[in-house]
């Protein structure tokens, strides 16, 4: 039987796909508006101060696709950053998943490393910035350094923190049927923390992405949008600096978005959510 929207708002039901994009785009015209009229229109800053949506989006066209010695630059920067993020993205979850399971299988590794990562992970990761450059030198390795340090602390905590969360009539169930050991931990109690662990993959992104930009600042000569925004800082072009600080955001919102629809699938899949 088919709901009437109507009685979907009466029954407190949540908005469709649809409604949730319709407001955000509305927002997002609004955001324009907004900043069109202070900029363009009444002139509230300088543009070397702050410059308005046309100049952003020349300054990204010219990077994207532009066709000067000068341009191109963007795409080039997004193609080594994300190549970066990409690789150490892949490494943090391997390794935080094998040190996850171990946490989840081992109470005193939980007890005391568990207690170390929670700890580190308060940590901005642009302090772990200069320890990486002199251990590593300045160059690459030192930000992936930091990008698998961000990236592998909440995958570990999440794998071990959604292992604890099984149902323990699951486990039971498991025996009885002949599972023990790494036997019941791979083929009952992980797939059984599954949605719990996306939820995790899904915040690693997040640190790591932030990780890699602020690790990017501080390597010169790198293709990377880190660099971009130094060299917009150092020429006093805000221009590009915003229009990377958008494609950042872009970027990162577009995986986020990525990872949050196959974890909603595995939960619609495990009966934890409805089709809205």
């Known amino acids: 039987m088919t709901v009437s929207p109507s009685a979907r708002r009466e029954a407190g039901a949540a908005p469709s796909r649809w409604q949730v994009l319709g407001w955000q785009l509305g927002g997002l015209l609004l955001l324009l508006g907004i900043w069109w009229l202070v900029t363009d229109r009444l002139g509230l800053y300088p543009p070397y101060v702050f410059p308005g949506p046309g100049a952003v989006w020349t300054e990204i066209s010219y990077g994207l696709w532009g066709t000067g010695p000068q341009d191109g630059k963007l795409l080039a920067a ?15 979850v391997a390794l935080g998943g094998v040190i996850g399971l171990l946490m989840g299988a ?16 308060s940590v901005p990761s642009i302090a772990f910035v200069p320890f990486a450059i002199l251990f590593f030198g300045l160059n690459e390795r030192a930000v992936l350094a930091v990008v698998i340090l961000e990236g592998f602390i909440p995958v570990a905590l999440a794998v071990s923190g959604a292992l ?6 699951l486990r039971t169930a498991g025996r009885t049927l002949g599972a023990n050991g790494l036997e019941l931990l791979l083929r009952v109690s992980l797939p059984a923390a599954l949605p719990n662990v996306l939820s995790g993959l899904r915040t690693a992104w997040s640190f790591a992405w932030r990780a890699l930009v602020g690790g990017e600042l501080l390597i010169a000569g790198a293709k990377s949008l880190g660099e971009q925004l130094e060299i917009g800082r150092n020429t006093a072009n805000v221009a590009l600096v915003l229009s990377t600080i958008l494609i950042i955001g872009v970027i990162g919102g577009v995986f986020d978005a990525l990872l949050r629809l196959v974890e909603g699938r595995v939960r619609r899949n495990y009966g934890l959510e409805v089709n809205s």
């Open 106 to 121: 081992w109470l005193p590794l939980r007890a005391t490393l568990g207690a170390y990562l929670t700890g580190l992970q």
């Open 164 to 169: 604890l969360n099984v149902p323990p009539t």
């Open 78 to 92: 997004i193609g080594g950053s994300l190549r970066r993020v990409l690789t150490g993205y892949v490494a943090a």
